[in-house]
C-alpha cells in the first residue's frame, strides 16, 4: 500500500534555531498536509499544499509542495518552546489520507 | 465552544468488556472519521461516514462498530476489548472533500487491562 516516510523521527534542537522535516512517498500524492500535535491533544492543520511546487507560508512555518509531486517539506524558522510537538504530514489521492508517522520536536532548554 | 468534542477522554476497562466512545462536532461538517494512535503515534484510519452513510471501512476487526445516528455524531462501539485495543482513537470532521483537512478532537486514551 501507499506509505509516507516521514524523517528526522525526531529532533533536538536549541531554542532560536531553523527547523527542517520531510515526507517523501513512491507514489504521487494530490493534496499535502503538514499537523501539529500537542501532548494530550488531535493533530492540529497547520498547512495544506494543493499544487505542485507550491511554497505557502503561515506565520513562521513554510511548506512546499515538491515538483515531482511524491513530497514535502516543512521549515520552521527561528523555533520557540510552544512548537515543541510532533509534526505529521499527510498525503491525499483520490480523497484517500495516508498520515506520515511524525517528527518528534524536542526544544532544549 | 469545542469544535469536535470526544467523550470520554480517558476509559480504563477489563479484557472482555464492551465499551463506546462517541463524538459530536458543531463544525457542520457532512464527513466524520474514526482514527486510531497506537503507542508509536502512528496514526490509522479505522472508519469514515459521510451524511450517515459508511464510505471507508478499514481492515479493522468486527468488534469495532461505528454508528453515525445524525451527521453531528458518530460513535465507536467496541465489544470484547482486547489487551492490543489499547490506543489513542481520535474522532474527525471534514467538509467535502478530506483534501481540506480534517478537524480532529482530543482524543480518547482506552487502557485495555
Known amino acids: 500500500g501507499q506509505q509516507l516516510n516521514q524523517s528526522p523521527q525526531s529532533m533536538f534542537i536549541q531554542e532560536g534555531e531553523d527547523v527542517s522535516m520531510n515526507c517523501t512517498s513512491s507514489?504521487?500524492?494530490?493534496?499535502w498536509l503538514w499537523y501539529k500535535q500537542d501532548p494530550g491533544e488531535g493533530p492540529v492543520l497547520l498547512i495544506a499544499?494543493?499544487?505542485?511546487?507550491e511554497l505557502t507560508s503561515n506565520g513562521r512555518l513554510t511548506a512546499q509542495f515538491g515538483i515531482t509531486r511524491k513530497d514535502s517539506f516543512l521549515n520552521i524558522s527561528a523555533s520557540i518552546p510552544s512548537d515543541v510537538g510532533i509534526y505529521f504530514c499527510?498525503?491525499?489521492?483520490?480523497?484517500?489520507?495516508?498520515f506520515g508517522k511524525g517528527t518528534r520536536l524536542h526544544i532544549l532548554p | 465552544d469545542t469544535a469536535v468534542s470526544q467523550t470520554p477522554k480517558y476509559l480504563v476497562t477489563q479484557m472482555g468488556n464492551d465499551k463506546s466512545i462517541k463524538c459530536e462536532q458543531n463544525?457542520?461538517?457532512?464527513?466524520m472519521y474514526w482514527y486510531k494512535q497506537d503507542s508509536k503515534k502512528f496514526l490509522k484510519i479505522m472508519f469514515s461516514?459521510?451524511?450517515?452513510?459508511?464510505?471507508i471501512n478499514e481492515t479493522v476487526p468486527n468488534r469495532f462498530s461505528p454508528k453515525s445516528p445524525d451527521k453531528a455524531h458518530l460513535n465507536l462501539h467496541i465489544n470484547s476489548l482486547e489487551l492490543g485495543d489499547s490506543a489513542v482513537y481520535f474522532c474527525?470532521?471534514?467538509?467535502?472533500?478530506?483534501?481540506?483537512?480534517?478537524?480532529f478532537g482530543s482524543g480518547t486514551r482506552l487502557t485495555v487491562v
Open positions: 499527510a498525503g491525499n489521492r483520490d480523497d484517500k489520507i495516508i
Open positions: 507514489s504521487i500524492f494530490n493534496t
Open positions: 461516514y459521510n451524511n450517515k452513510e459508511l464510505i
Open positions: 474527525a470532521s471534514s467538509q467535502g472533500r478530506p483534501s481540506y483537512g480534517y478537524t
Open positions: 463544525l457542520g461538517h457532512d464527513t
Open positions: 499544499l494543493y499544487k505542485a511546487g
